[in-house]
């Protein structure tokens, strides 16, 4: 008898363990996109990356994949390149604009 509550448990950890995880991923998600929009449609230019229009396309994508089917629902490998994206902006991009705001470029 013991046994059978044990997946049960299981189960219910790996649910809000999904959606902890998808929430932490749209927060970042929605951390890019608002620094992306509140930027400068010149400074992506002066960086040598994508167009300011190109990065709000990209992430707003990700936000809305991440949050209609999260990063480990039906659609696996969308969610975790939107997440990758969003990394790559916050952790490339944002710090390029922090450099070049701060006379390091």
Known sequence: ???AAAPVFYTGILYWLNVAIDLVAIVIEAWALIHCI?????????LGTIAKGGWIVILV????ITAL???FGGVFL?????LGFAGYYLLQVRSGF???MEGRW
């Open 98 to 100: 922090r450099d070049l």
């Open 78 to 82: 969308l969610g975790l390149i939107g």
């Open 69 to 71: 089917f999260g990063v």
């Open 1 to 3: 008898m013991g046994m």
């Open 61 to 64: 994508l990700a936000l809305l």
């Open 38 to 46: 509140r930027q400068r449609p010149d400074a992506f230019a002066a």
